[in-house]
């Protein structure tokens, strides 16, 4: 079962429509507004943040690409600029430089699982906007739109067996534990993440490991993928008792140990 999105287009055009809704939803709840899901944060360090990741991703694909040092290193917009014109140049202009690039060009990539410089920037922007839509569309009140399915099954796929990979994943556990995970809305689309003191390993679709065994799993959280997506990623959606409403069928179960879920929650970030 092939679950990654192969087709570097595709991403480019969900970078483009989830960067447009990401905009579009901080103009609405206002640059004052607190986000959620990012504890600390309003609306205006968000535009900020992923401005700054769009920019640093467009100077990596040129020519004359600087050191990847971090998107910390890109300017916030100046007194003299208008911050969501200033997010949107930036988005656009990252859009028209992955459209433009050379599917032979070589550039640093920091993830496994892509077979191009470009795919890897356009997985990776589409996947981090997203997310990030997401945030900013809770920071307005509103019950986030849904994520498209083969999208969350990429993006499933990356946090797993691209994050979670190698070494710097913070994912351990001194007790071995088996965290399961299983896409109710795409069958087949299962996983087992085995937990220990080495780096986390991953069976199931895409990780050439055969299939998973989620009946040895400690803790089984299913849902929609775009659910379990947004849940890798520790973000909590409401559940209707804030004023967003709850979507029907788009909630995530959890069955046998909570604590590998917990686990997961306190050290599976990036």
């Not at 990979?165 to 085995?194: H, N, Q």
């Not at 947004?230 to 979507?247: E, F, Q």
């Not at 029907?248 to 929650?265: F, I, S, Y």
Request: hydrophobic content about 35%; glycine content about 10%; overall charge negative.
């Amino acid at each position: 079962m092939d679950i990654r999105l192969r087709d570097t287009d595709t991403l480019i055009d969900i970078l483009a429509d989830e960067g447009e809704a990401l905009l579009s939803a901080a103009e609405l709840a206002g640059p004052d507004a607190s986000v959620p899901t990012c504890p600390g944060w309003r609306v205006r360090e968000l535009v900020r943040h992923q401005g700054r990741v769009h920019r640093w991703a467009g100077a990596l694909l040129s020519e004359d690409a600087p050191a990847p040092e971090g998107s910390s290193t890109v300017p916030v917009p100046t007194r003299d600029e208008e911050p969501t014109e200033w997010y949107r140049a930036g988005l656009r202009d990252l859009v028209a430089r992955l459209r433009a690039f050379d599917p032979a060009a070589e550039r640093w990539t920091f993830l496994p699982g892509s077979p191009s410089a470009r795919h890897f920037w356009a997985r990776r922007q589409a996947h981090e906007t997203t997310v990030h839509r997401v945030d900013a569309q809770l920071a307005a009140g509103r019950r986030p739109s849904p994520i498209g399915t083969a999208a969350a099954l990429d993006g499933i796929d990356e946090v797993l067996t691209g994050f979670h990979s190698g070494a710097r994943s913070r994912a351990r556990s001194e007790k071995p534990v088996t965290l399961g995970l299983r896409a109710s809305d795409v069958p087949g689309a299962e996983w087992t993440v085995r937990l220990s003191t080495e780096p986390p390993r991953v069976t199931g679709p895409g990780t050439g490991a055969g299939a998973p065994l989620l009946g040895e799993a400690d803790c089984l959280v299913t849902g929609p993928a775009g659910r379990l997506l947004l849940w890798l990623w520790n973000r909590d959606l409401p559940d209707g008792s804030d004023g967003c409403p709850a979507a029907p069928d788009d909630h995530l179960t959890l069955t046998g140990d909570p604590a590998p879920a917990q686990l997961w929650r306190e050290t599976g970030g990036v």
